[in-house]
């Protein structure tokens, strides 16, 4: 699990192709990463066990496709 402290609001969120399909609106305590609002106007939740690595950005460790499938309306 990735220290929960380097990741931050703004973050792009990209999935393990390097292709970004969300951005971190906050953490929600030491689970889970609330997302900003898609063009739907609805936030997404991923957990936190998804995240590979964090650097400018935040790694997932599957594809865009899977990511966005299995994202969660709620924490």
């Known amino acids: 699990m990735m220290n929960v402290e ?6 792009p969120v ?3 192709e390097n292709d970004q399909f969300a951005i971190v609106d906050h953490t929600e305590g030491k689970d889970s990463i609330k997302l900003k609002k898609d063009l ?3 936030h997404h939740f991923i957990p936190m066990t998804w995240v590979k690595a964090v650097d400018a950005k935040v790694h997932v460790d599957r594809p865009r496709t899977q990511a966005v499938q299995e ?5």
Do not use: L, N
Not at 6 to 11: R, W
Not at 71 to 75: G, K, L, N, S
């Open 14 to 16: 990209v999935g393990s």
């Open 40 to 42: 739907a106007g609805k």
């Open 71 to 75: 994202w969660r309306t709620e924490p």
């Open 6 to 11: 380097s990741i931050k609001p703004g973050m």
